[in-house]
């Protein structure tokens, strides 16, 4: 069986989980509320924004917003998508299955994480379509929408990573649920404690995932800041491959 084969069959498993469906619908209304409500005070404030001289237009006012708005839902959304990824066939009996037909560790937690990151590409892009729809006929600022909407990709590709990491270590779903949220929050808010005590810059604030997502939201695409995602998907996935090695060996 290849990775794709194992997304699919796991992709055919989301299509048929309720869960997968109400945080779909519940978010989606949620976000469209968001959108609705940015762009008529952006509509309202036209007036004082004419007045002022590089007055920020819809996408920093409007766009951006909404998908900072997708990224605060993520940290509860994406432990709740992934807590059952491994974790669930675990207390089930069918990952032992799954592995009984040879398949090696990589390949299952390849394959779940790409059907989690079709789902989440799929949420990210009805996201997108409202701004979207409303730039075309306005001067949205396209690099910066793109720089942003880079950013919410790479967030929810590095808390998927995560909560797959969380899923393996754990029989409990709920346990990989809460796992995940404390792990992501606590990369979210690493740096605040120098902050509290007057210190800024420095190894803190470069792991802190708050810092690059910002930089992102703000238009500004830096090699730094793709690295860290690159490295905390990269060090998630070899986490849960080793656990899912480990399980096996001891089998």
């Not at 394959?111 to 989440?120: E, N, Q, S």
């Not at 029989?171 to 120098?194: C, H, K, N, Q, S």
């Amino acid at each position: 069986m290849t990775v794709a084969a194992v997304a699919r069959l796991e992709l055919r498993r989301l299509a048929v989980r309720p869960l997968a469906w109400a945080l779909a619908a519940l978010t989606i209304a949620w976000l469209a509320w968001t959108f609705v409500l940015g762009l008529g005070q952006f509509l309202g404030a036209q007036v004082k924004l004419a007045a002022v001289a590089d007055a920020p237009g819809f996408t920093d006012l409007v766009a951006i917003p909404l998908l900072a708005e997708l990224a605060k839902l993520a940290f509860l959304v994406v432990p709740l998508m992934t807590m059952t990824l491994i974790a669930g066939e675990r207390r089930a009996g069918m990952l032992a299955l799954l592995a009984s037909t040879g398949l090696p560790p990589w390949r299952i937690v390849l394959g779940k994480y790409l059907a989690v990151l079709v789902w989440l590409a799929l949420w990210l892009l009805v996201t997108l379509a409202m701004p979207l729809v409303v730039g075309f006929g306005s001067t949205a600022d396209w690099g910066k929408l793109a720089s942003a909407t880079l950013g919410t990709a790479l967030l929810l590709a590095t808390l998927a990573a995560i909560g797959i990491a969380c899923s393996t270590a754990t029989t409990f779903p709920a346990i990989a649920a809460a796992m995940a949220l404390i792990v992501t929050l606590a990369l979210w808010t690493i740096d605040r404690g120098a902050q509290a005590a007057g210190v800024s810059g420095g190894f803190l604030e470069w792991l802190t995932m708050a810092t690059h997502l910002q930089n992102l939201l703000r238009g500004l695409v830096t090699s730094s800041d793709l690295v860290w995602f690159a490295l905390a998907i990269a060090l998630s996935l070899s986490l849960a491959i080793r656990r899912l090695a480990s399980d096996r060996e001891r089998q």
